[in-house]
C-alpha cells in the first residue's frame, strides 16, 4: 500500500523556470492538499482539492497553480520558480468529512516530501 | 494571539522521564484535533487524535481542554526514539492549522 507519493524527491531550478510536482494517493481519498515548510514557519497550506476538477485557495497561494484532474492525483505548478519558492513541499490526502459546520476529525496523510531548491 | 501555539523548545529530557508539553488554540470554535509527529527531513506522521474525553495510546496520553483553549500531550518512560518534533493540528471551520512544533531530544 502506497499511501501518498510524490514525485520528484529533489529538484533543483534555476530562476524563471517551470516545473510541475505530482501527488498520487491510492486510498481513494476525496480530499488533496499541498503544503510547504520552512524554517521556523511550519507548514502552511498553498492550495487544496475536495474533489476531482474542483481546487481552492490555501494560505500561500500565490506563484503555484494545481489541478485535480483525476481523483487520485494532484498536481502543483510553478510557472516561473522564483528563489523564496526554495522550500520542502508535502502533500497530503484525507477523505471526505467536510460536513455542514466544518471539517470533521478524519486526520490527514502525507508524502515524504519534495525538497526544491531555486537558484 | 495566534491562531496556534506552539513552545519550539527544544526540550531535553533524560531517556526514561516523563515529558508534557501543550499546545494553545485561539479560536473557541475548534471543532477537531490531533497530535503528529515529524522526524528530520521527513514528512508528518499522525500520532493520535486527540478526544473531548480525552485518549490513551500506550505510553501517550493526548488530552483536551476546552475552557483554557489548549491540548497536551504526555509521553511515559520517553525512548530514544521519541526524540523528534511534535506538530499539534487544529481543525475550525474551513481551516486546517498546524502548530510550528515543539522539538523533543531524548538524551541517553
Known amino acids: 500500500n502506497a499511501g501518498v507519493t510524490q514525485t520528484p524527491k529533489f529538484r533543483v531550478l534555476k530562476t524563471g523556470q517551470s516545473m510541475t510536482l505530482l501527488c498520487a494517493q491510492d486510498?481513494?481519498?476525496?480530499?488533496m492538499y499541498w503544503y510547504r515548510q520552512d524554517p521556523g514557519m511550519g507548514l502552511r497550506l498553498i492550495h487544496y482539492?475536495?474533489?476531482?476538477?474542483?481546487?481552492a485557495k490555501g494560505e500561500v497561494p500565490d506563484g503555484y497553480n494545481v489541478s485535480r484532474l483525476k481523483k487520485q492525483n494532484f498536481l502543483l505548478g510553478l510557472e516561473s520558480a522564483a528563489p523564496s519558492q526554495t522550500s520542502v513541499y508535502f502533500c497530503?490526502?484525507?477523505?471526505?468529512?467536510?460536513?455542514?459546520?466544518?471539517?470533521?476529525?478524519?486526520?490527514?496523510?502525507f508524502g515524504d516530501g519534495t525538497r526544491l531548491s531555486i537558484l | 494571539r495566534k491562531e496556534v501555539e506552539q513552545d519550539p523548545g527544544p526540550f531535553n529530557v533524560p531517556e526514561g522521564a516523563t515529558v508534557a508539553f501543550n499546545c494553545t488554540y485561539s479560536n473557541s470554535a475548534s471543532q477537531s484535533f490531533f497530535w503528529y509527529r515529524q522526524d528530520c527531513r521527513k514528512e508528518p506522521k499522525l500520532l493520535m487524535s486527540v478526544y473531548s474525553s480525552g485518549n490513551e495510546d500506550g505510553r501517550f496520553t493526548a488530552q483536551l481542554n476546552r475552557a483554557s483553549q489548549y491540548i497536551s500531550l504526555l509521553i511515559r518512560d520517553s525512548k530514544l526514539s521519541d526524540s523528534a518534533t511534535y506538530l499539534c493540528?487544529?481543525?475550525?471551520?474551513?481551516?486546517?492549522?498546524f502548530g510550528k512544533g515543539t522539538r523533543l531530544h531524548i538524551l541517553p
Open positions: 482539492s475536495v474533489g476531482e476538477g474542483t481546487t
Open positions: 497530503a490526502s484525507s477523505p471526505n468529512f467536510l460536513r455542514q459546520g466544518g471539517w470533521g476529525n478524519q486526520p490527514q496523510h
Open positions: 493540528v487544529v481543525y475550525q471551520d474551513d481551516k486546517i492549522i
Open positions: 486510498m481513494n481519498h476525496e480530499y
